[in-house]
């Protein structure tokens, strides 16, 4: 026998079409309740117990308290129990009674109400509201502002602006606060001019964004001074530098993954004729990837001897073929092997542009199960002049600038 709980339980579970049904102006009700009938048999076995439970759906139907779902019984006959009243049918008979019975009244109001107002400024919406009639009901609060923003994309798709920038009458963190909501619209909206590859907020919706920034020493004092008035540390935005094109023919790029005193090596290097340094950031190394006019420069990649490190470089050279390894080899692995740490584990991957040596160090690497990574701050700073020195075929490799 079902309980008056299990039927609002159960009438709960419609919520959603009723609400869509609201939008639609289709007739949801009347609309019956499933529940398990009852056989003489059971009448026979335990009378006192169902006649208790038909007593409480009773007293709780519509027939009672004046709202709710509607009983009805049907009158059969049985040669052990004789002449029975049956529970055949448990329905709600409106969508008013309905309402009243499960809580909903005053929020499906709420809903009727902004649902006519979005499809009255936005009708573009109407099947946007039909699937996703809960989102409506999450953002009951915002969609004054909401609106706004969706009206402004309709006129306006491809912005090209911060998004604090843009000129609409609400507060300015609003956007950044309600990015999921707003994504969801816009995407149905302006389809034809969302970039659907991006999955970041603002590159999706043709907006500008923060830049990653990237940092470099000027290791010429000559080049310091020509192009940035003798300043030879900054942070530039990356399109900034895929323009620079400075007058350099070395470019070192050390890796920045996970440890912040890797900076050290690299406010160290040397000073060195020619030359300029690029702090990486380990897997962001394809920030890089578009400044052309590495293309034809030296460069010289040094991160961790790990596998990680490995598969940076290989990236790496896939932009720049001609790109050098340094202190990346068995050499000073071995050399340093004391140092080493155990690393997070990885699968093994091809990596195409590693050199035979190179490849040789990765399979080596991988095959540890433990002191596999020996990170390239570990090196002593004197060992580290030197392999470069060696590298470059040079004797003095500088003091600093």
């Known amino acids: 026998m079902i309980s008056p709980d299990k039927i609002r339980e159960d009438a ?7 609400l869509i049904a609201s939008v639609q102006q289709k007739p949801f009700f009347p609309k019956d309740i499933r529940f398990g009938k009852i056989k003489p048999s059971d009448t026979l076995k335990d009378f006192r117990t169902i006649q208790r439970e038909i007593d409480r759906l009773k007293q709780k139907s519509k027939d009672q308290i004046g709202y709710g779902y509607c009983i009805e019984f049907v009158r059969r006959k049985d040669h052990k129990i004789g002449e029975q ?6 329905f709600f008979d409106n969508v008013t009674d309905y309402l009243k019975f499960v809580g909903k009244g005053k929020e499906y109001e709420a809903f009727t109400s902004v649902t ?19 989102k409506v009901l999450d953002n009951l609060d915002v969609w004054d502002d909401l609106i706004k923003v969706c009206k402004y994309f309709i006129q306006c798709p491809k912005p090209n602006m911060y ?21 969801t619209l816009l995407d149905t909206l302006i389809e ?5 590859e991006e999955t970041t907020f603002e590159k999706r919706f043709n907006l500008k964004v923060e830049e990653q920034r990237i940092r470099i020493r000027i290791l010429d004092k000559q080049i310091a ?17 895929n323009g620079l094109n400075l007058p350099c023919g070395r470019v070192f790029i050390l890796e920045n993954r996970t440890n ?23 897997f962001q190394i394809s920030l890089l990837k578009d400044a052309d006019w590495l293309s034809d420069k030296q460069i010289i990649y040094w991160g961790d001897i790990d596998v990680h490190g490995l598969q940076i470089l290989s990236q790496l050279r896939g932009y720049f073929p001609k790109t050098h390894s340094c202190l990346m080899d068995v050499e000073t692995f071995s050399k340093f092997k004391h140092l080493a740490v155990t690393g997070a584990k990885t699968d093994r991957i091809e990596l195409a542009n590693l050199s035979p040596e190179e490849n040789q160090l990765y399979t080596y690497l991988l095959g540890l199960e433990e002191n596999d990574r020996l990170e390239q701050e570990k090196i002593p700073h004197i060992y580290a002049l030197k392999k470069i020195a060696e590298l470059l075929e040079i004797s003095d490799i500088g003091s600093g600038l």
């Open 225 to 241: 001074q020509r192009c940035f008035n003798g300043v030879n540390d900054l942070s530039i935005p990356q399109s900034q530098l």
């Open 260 to 282: 912040i005193s890797n900076v050290y090596n690299f406010l160290t290097l040397p000073a060195l004729n020619n030359s300029i340094a690029i702090f990486g950031k380990g």
């Open 12 to 18: 709960l579970r419609w919520y959603s079409d009723v």
């Open 85 to 90: 009243s049956f529970l055949s049918r448990i």
């Open 163 to 183: 998004v604090r920038e843009l000129p609409l009458d609400i507060s300015t963190k609003f956007i950044e606060d309600n990015k999921a909501i707003i994504r």
């Open 192 to 196: 034809e001019h969302v970039r659907k």
């Open 116 to 134: 006519d107002r979005i499809l009255t400024e936005i009708p573009q919406l109407y099947t946007w509201i039909t699937k996703y009639p809960i």
